[in-house]
């Protein structure tokens, strides 16, 4: 009999999976990849002290505690579908039903998808897809990259392209539309990028500074931007240029790029197409919380969290009794904030189970969530604290109605 | 040309594993010990996995960790499994997947039809 099923190997999946079975818990962990340590898995920056985080190890160490604590962790499985049956909740999986008291959802984020004439060919691959074919994989993604859309996940990961000796060619952003939106306005893309630089692990921090240095912080400066770009690391960052379709009969050959305005308006004749094998499309990520939509959880629209998020309190439970979530479903965050959420989401599991032995750990864990979000190196918005504030006022409405 | 990541300078060599051999489309291909069909194609320089079932399109993987469905390949007769999550075993029979028929969509009839959804459109954005 287990009792607790926790979907998601990732960082906040296992270190839950933890804190559950050292208040005598029986966990399962499952997870679609074939190996544990979801986004950690690649991971590989150095921190504002000069130390290198490296996600690989952390996911190793993390995976190593679980199966010594008697968590059992089966990857290579997947859930498509959460019902609740007379008081548990039924888990649908590709090994068979699962049913268990209390079901943690720690399914992390998707990368959001930003369409660009030609990316269907084969060689377009999300951002976060060269990171793992690279790091983890050890494959190179190609000879000759160009990557679409400027924000903090690209810019780490051009950086750890860059280190593996792979050729970035350049970063532009994708052509402004609808969907793209502040994406492909190179002012706004400016603003976000020097508000979350100093937050941010060194190589951001240089970027950062390279900018303000170059520019000022004024927001004309990018009226002024060199349209060769700013280079760093080598990689020219063009802020001025926008992709507006990528090329190739089979397979990537080319990016067909343009000079833009700062508003996004591309520069009548000054298009040219630029040769890549390969290409990466880069739009943030956002919480992947489908299974919570399909269990039937409250949600709520929070652009500071990445998203659509199901809607739960401090002690990560959602508005569904024995429905917890924990990590980037919750918003979008560093591992290290998703480790924490993750801590207090088995905790949180084991209270209403009768098992917490001793109460103090778990307001404990709940504040070493704000300190290390407070201290995090990654800062995806400079809004995060702000937005959950909001949904934990949102939560305790929600619960007085 | 060697795609394989060899020396990092954080993260040091591969490490060194086993050589294994399976078939993608008829043909041998060598895998190491613990790629995934996906990469291990990638390594020898193999972008597309499959085309679209009804355009004939080319397509090759794109998140790389499952969410996306866009590597779908058959493996050991198994229609419809991501080439980005499945590791390689010794001797695994892969194809990419092909182009299906589609007997009730008339080249042609294709065509027609969007005229006549623009002409709709166009007389509904008229009329209110």
């Known amino acids: 009999m287990t009792d607790v099923l926790i979907v998601g190997a990732g960082p906040a999946g296992l270190s839950a999976a933890l804190a559950c079975r050292e208040q005598g818990l029986s966990v ?26 490296n996600g690989l190890e952390e996911a190793a160490k993390l995976h190593d505690k679980a199966l010594q604590a008697g968590v059992d962790i089966r990857c290579g499985v997947s859930v498509y579908n959460v019902a609740k049956a007379d008081g548990n909740w039924q888990a649908f999986t590709t090994e068979g039903v699962c049913e268990v008291p209390a079901l943690l959802l720690a399914t992390g984020a998707s990368e959001t998808a930003v369409p660009v004439p030609g990316w269907t060919l084969p060689g377009v691959m999300s951002i976060g897809a060269a990171q793992v074919m690279t790091n ?3 494959v190179r993604p190609g000879e000759r990259g160009v990557v679409i859309g400027i ?9 750890e392209l860059q280190l593996a000796g792979i050729h970035v060619d350049r970063m532009v952003l994708p052509a402004l539309s609808p969907v793209t939106s502040s994406a492909g306005h190179p002012e706004k893309v400016m603003e976000s990028m020097l508000r979350v630089a100093h937050l941010a692990p060194s190589p951001l921090i240089r970027l950062g500074s390279r900018l303000v240095q170059s520019l000022g912080l004024q927001k004309r400066g990018i009226r002024f931007y060199p349209s060769g770009g700013i280079r760093m690391w080598g990689i020219p960052f063009q802020l001025r240029t926008a992709a507006l379709e990528i090329v190739g009969t089979g397979q990537v050959e080319g990016v067909r790029i343009a000079r833009i305005s700062p508003e996004g308006v591309p520069v009548p004749g000054s298009e040219k197409i630029i040769p890549a094998d390969f290409v990466c499309i880069a739009g943030g990520l956002s919480p992947l919380a489908e299974l919570a939509a399909v269990a039937g959880c409250a949600f709520a629209y929070l652009p500071s969290l990445g998203g659509h998020v199901p809607l739960h309190n401090e002690r990560m439970q959602t508005s569904l009794p024995g429905l917890y979530v924990a990590g980037n479903i919750t918003g979008i965050e560093s591992a290290k904030v998703a480790i924490a959420q993750g801590t207090v989401a088995g905790l949180s599991i084991a209270a209403d189970l009768g098992k917490l032995r001793e109460p103090e750990p778990l307001r404990h864990a709940m504040e070493r969530v704000c300190l290390v979000r407070q201290q995090a190196a990654i800062q995806f918005h400079p809004d995060i604290a702000l937005g959950r504030e909001r949904l934990h006022q949102m939560y305790e409405q929600a619960q007085a109605m | 040309m060697d795609r394989r990541i060899q020396h990092h300078p954080v993260l040091g060599a591969i490490a060194p594993g086993k050589t294994l051999t399976f078939q993608y489309n008829g043909k041998p291909y060598t895998a190491l010990h613990g790629d995934t069909v996906a990469a291990a194609l990638l390594a020898h320089g193999v972008r597309q996995l499959r085309v679209h079932e009804e355009s004939g399109s080319p397509r090759g993987f794109y ?5 996306c469905y866009e590597c779908r390949v058959t493996i050991n007769n198994r229609p419809g499994v991501r080439a980005c999550l499945t590791l390689v075993e010794a001797d695994m029979e892969v194809f990419s997947g092909e182009r299906l028929p589609a007997p009730l969509k008339h080249p042609k009839a294709k065509d027609s039809s969007e005229g006549r959804d623009s002409q709709l459109l166009q007389k509904g954005l008229r009329e209110g």
């Not at chain 1, 924000?151 to 950086?159: P, Q």
């Open chain 1, 136 to 138: 983890v994989q050890r």
């Open chain 1, 28 to 53: 399962r962990v499952v997870d679609e990849f074939y190996r544990p340590g979801g986004r950690l898995l690649g991971q590989l920056h150095e921190e504002p002290d000069g130390q290198w985080w």
């Open chain 2, 63 to 67: 998140c790389n960790i499952g969410h």
């Open chain 1, 151 to 159: 924000n903090v996940l690209s810019v780490a990961i051009a950086r």
